[in-house]
């Protein structure tokens, strides 16, 4: 009988929707991981509990004040445990084959190069990370060669298709995109968008942040740019399509006019599945896709008068700099905003846009200038909403 070969591996943000579904398919297939650190933002039990089911050797909370219940949790376990934002990048240096990227926003960020510092394999979620750092994180997955596997599920799709095939000879790569919960409303009604109506996804169950994203269509916005720096075939190549059904999750034309597809259920769990079992393929306990059943796949142009956020995002890639990293920055203050019930569905892509109408700082060079960047950006974004 053939050995297993058991590789290790550790989940940055483990407790989130990205995180579950990893772990998910870890427990499927216990003795080929070992599970090196997990971490989250506060949820001490949450992860206490993961810990100790997948025997990781360390867990870190960002959040310092929730450490001293994380360490009551695991007391007798052996498991370490630390706290705050030095020791997340400790753990993601502890240098495991494979470190999946699930913290969302650029929070993730330091964290990530910690990982790709280490020249493994990174397993990419958190678009925000590369959507702020750009050139910085691809040269240093360069500088370090680290292999940078994406997660999200249109780039899986786009990477999936453009294996074995000659970057030079892409026509257009084509981002897949739902249309989120709101595809059909009117303005007026987009106006009076509800938290709870936004983070009801139609197709896919995701945090809250990302939820909110799909709603505004910045999500598609965001992917825009990390396709831009994931796939560099230019700008001008990449485009989006509304595909309601979420099946068909990215497409790439090649000069022939061969159009590739991967088509797949709108679970997570397929799209990780392929990098944790990169280069091959492994079971997942997701449904068979089901063409008949399905009937038809509907696409159509999106509409960036009632969705503004993709053309936001397109121009601040042309523009290139710290603009990426300034429009994330305030989206994210925005979408908090929003979630809180501060500010208006409307008055997200609305602020964004005014916070990258002001001066924009330097083109980043380090890691460091980017969290300068987005510091900065967000205390714009908080000024022009009042929230300061
Ligand atoms: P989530 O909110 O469900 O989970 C986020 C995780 O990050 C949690 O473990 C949380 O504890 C941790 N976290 C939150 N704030 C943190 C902070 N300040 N410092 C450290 N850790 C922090 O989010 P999610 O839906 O799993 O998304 C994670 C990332 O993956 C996002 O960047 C998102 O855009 C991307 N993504 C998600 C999906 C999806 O289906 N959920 C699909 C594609 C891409
Ligand atoms: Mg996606």
Do not use: Y
């Amino acid at each position: 009988m053939a050995e297993t070969v058991t590789r290790t591996i550790s989940i940055l943000g483990a407790t989130g929707s990205i995180g579950s579904s990893t772990l998910d398919l870890i427990r499927r297939n216990r003795d080929e991981w070992r599970v090196v650190a997990l971490t989250a933002n506060g949820n001490a039990g949450e992860l206490a509990r993961l810990a100790r089911e997948f025997g990781a050797e360390c867990v870190v909370v960002a959040d310092e004040t929730c450490l001293p219940e994380l360490r009551e949790l695991l007391s007798g376990s052996g498991i370490e445990a630390a706290g705050g934002a030095q020791a997340l990048c400790e753990a993601a240096s502890r240098g495991a084959e494979v470190t999946v990227a699930a913290i969302v926003g650029c929070a993730g960020l330091a964290p990530t190069m910690a990982a790709i510092e280490q020249g493994r394999v990174v397993a990419l979620a958190n678009k925000e990370a590369l959507v702020s750092a750009g050139d910085v994180m691809t040269a240093a997955v360069a500088r370090h060669g680290a292999t940078l596997l994406p997660v999200d599920s249109e780039h899986n799709a786009i990477f999936q298709c453009l294996a074995g095939n000659d970057p030079a000879q892409v026509r257009a790569i084509t981002l897949t995109a739902s249309g989120g919960p709101f595809r059909e409303w009117t303005w007026e009604r987009l106006e009076q968008a509800t938290p709870a109506e936004a983070v009801r996804h139609p197709n896919w169950d995701m945090g809250a942040k990302i939820s909110v994203d799909s709603a505004t269509m910045m999500n598609k916005g965001l992917e825009l740019i990390e396709a831009f720096h994931l796939f560099p075939v230019g700008l001008d190549k990449l485009r989006i399509v509304i595909h309601p059904q979420s099946v068909v999750h990215s497409l790439v034309e090649f000069h022939d006019r061969s159009t590739l597809a991967q088509l797949g259920p709108s679970d997570m769990r397929v799209p990780i599945a392929s990098i944790l079992a990169w280069p091959g393929r492994m079971e997942t306990p997701c449904e068979p896709l089901d063409l008949a059943a399905l009937g038809s796949l509907t696409f159509h142009a999106p509409d960036e008068l009632r969705f503004p956020a993709t053309r936001l995002a397109r121009e601040a890639a042309g523009a290139g700099g710290a603009a990426p990293a300034v429009l994330n920055a305030a989206n994210e203050v925005a979408v908090a905003a929003f979630l809180a019930g501060q500010i208006a569905f409307t008055h997200i892509a609305a602020n964004v846009e005014r916070v990258l109408a002001a001066d924009l700082p330097a083109a980043p060079a380090t890691l460091d200038d980017v969290l300068v960047i987005d510091r900065d950006a967000r205390a714009v974004a908080r000024e022009i909403l009042e929230l300061a």
